[in-house]
C-alpha cells in the first residue's frame, strides 16, 4: 500500500468517526442535563485529544516532510511555462530526459487549475496550483523513463476530467546520479 493508499484509507476512516460523533450527539440532543459535569467531561476529553495531537500527529507530520518530492538543482533547472486553460494544458516542452531538473512555471489563463504530475501507475508525484495571475513554480527530476501524465487536480468546470497532457521522458543516463 503506497503513502496515498494508506492517506485515503485513514481519512475515511476519520470521517466516519466525525459522523458517528454528529450522529450521538444528534441522538442525545433533546436530553436536558446539568451543565458543569458536561463541561469537565469535555475539557478533559480536549486536553486528551491535544496531547494525542502532539504525540501522535507532530511524529507524522515530520516523517512524512521528509519526503518532499521537490528537487535541487546544482544547475541551473530547465524552465518549462504550464499554462492551464479551459479545458488543456500549453507546455513549452513535452519531452524530457531522466536526470534533467526541470522547473515548471504553472499558471492559468482563466480560473484556477491543479497542475498534477503523474507517473504512469496514476500515481501523484508533484503538484502545484495554476492560478490566473500567478506563476507557481515546481520543480521535478524525472528518475525513470516512460510515459508521465500532466492532469488537472483542481474541479475547474465541464470538461476538467479531460485536462490530461501526456509527457515523454526518455533515459538520459542521469536517472541513477543521484
Ligand atoms: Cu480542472
Redesign the pocket.
Known sequence: MNVQSVTALVTTLVVLVIVVVFINIRRHAHEAREYAPVQGTAYRYRAILFWVMIVVGLPITVYLLRDLPYATAATAPEVVNATGSQ?NWDLDKEEFTTGQIVEFNVTSTDVN??FGLYDQNGTLLAQTQAMPGYINRLTYQFTTPGTYKVM??????LV?HD?ILDLTVADGNGGSNE
Not at 152 to 157: I, N, S
Request: proline share 0%; charged share 10%; glycine share 18%.
Open positions: 479545458w487549475h491543479g488537472c487536480l483542481e474541479y475547474c468546470g476538467h485536462m
